[in-house]
């Protein structure tokens, strides 16, 4: 066994990775099978390159499928520390890509807003002398960034924040929930430090777990179906692809695994063996 020596970069990890599949088999099932239809959804898409709207839309998809397709691998591999902390960003990216299929103005404000970012880098650019913003430095002129920020005063944008679009999305129960939960391992607060930890009898600090996770699991990968049933609905109803069926039983199949959420939960002790 080489996990002590490579960690998750060794073979061993192959063992839990054959067991975690079996054991939350009818959740990575629904995975694939709504990565199939994704997968199928893409090629389908009749991208009008001069369409905003469109090409936005379907771009912020194919990096969210690939966001969907990252978080099941991690999951496999037992780093489902580093799966929730992709799957909150997707979420994130599931709030733009739904207003962006929804509402025809939103493609102009979403431009804009990286505009405001533009902006904030140039200056963080003059102000720190990083060499890393050497090229951004030259750039951006006393003249560019006024030329910009005169633009930005001129039209009004503004920097996004997540949950203003959330709501305007109608995920605002999305974002109170597990967007929420999710935040806690990418703004690494001292809960979320507690499932590296093993504590005995007494609630003493014993011993460090480095091993492979799979506590959560299925609710990481429940999740992560939700998110992109819901991307497959904003998407397929912009392209108007038919697809209400397939989306249907997908529906309808995440239902079902509702009652097994939180069956497979284990002792922290038995991962680290």
């Not at 913003?133 to 005063?153: D, G, N, W």
């Not at 009898?201 to 992109?228: A, C, I, R």
Request: aromatic share 10%.
């Amino acid at each position: 066994m080489d996990f002590d020596e490579k960690g998750f970069l060794g073979t061993s990890i192959d063992d839990f990775s054959k067991s975690v599949q079996t054991q939350y088999s009818k959740f990575f099932e629904l995975s694939h099978d709504i990565n199939e239809l994704a997968h199928a959804v893409k090629f389908e898409l009749k991208v009008h390159n001069r369409d905003r709207q469109e090409f936005l839309s379907a771009t912020l998809f194919l990096r969210l499928l690939n966001g969907f397709e990252a978080v099941v691998i991690l999951g496999i591999k037992g780093l489902l520390f580093e799966a929730k902390v992709v799957l909150r960003s997707v979420v994130e990216s599931l709030f733009i890509l739904k207003l962006l299929c929804e509402k025809e103005d939103f493609p102009l404000e979403y431009l804009g807003s990286s505009k405001v970012q533009s902006l904030k880098w140039m200056k963080i650019a003059h102000e720190t002398q990083d060499p890393n913003f050497e090229s951004l430095r030259k750039y951006a002129t006393p003249e560019v960034m006024e030329t910009l920020r005169k633009e930005i005063e001129q039209h009004g944008l503004k920097k996004l924040d997540v949950e203003p679009i959330a709501k305007r999305a109608g995920l605002h129960h999305f974002y109170n929930t597990q967007y929420r939960l999710l935040s806690e391992e990418v703004h690494c607060v001292p809960i979320s430090l507690d499932p590296f930890l093993v504590q005995d009898e007494n609630g003493e600090l014993s011993s460090f777990d480095w091993g492979p996770k799979h506590d959560d699991l299925d609710m990481v990968l429940f999740t992560n179906v939700q998110m992109l049933l819901v991307a497959l609905e904003s998407i397929t109803q912009l392209f108007e692809g038919d697809k209400k069926e397939k989306l249907e039983q997908i529906r309808q199949a995440l239902k079902a695994l509702t009652p097994l959420l939180g069956a497979n939960k284990s002792h922290h002790e038995e991962d680290a063996s």
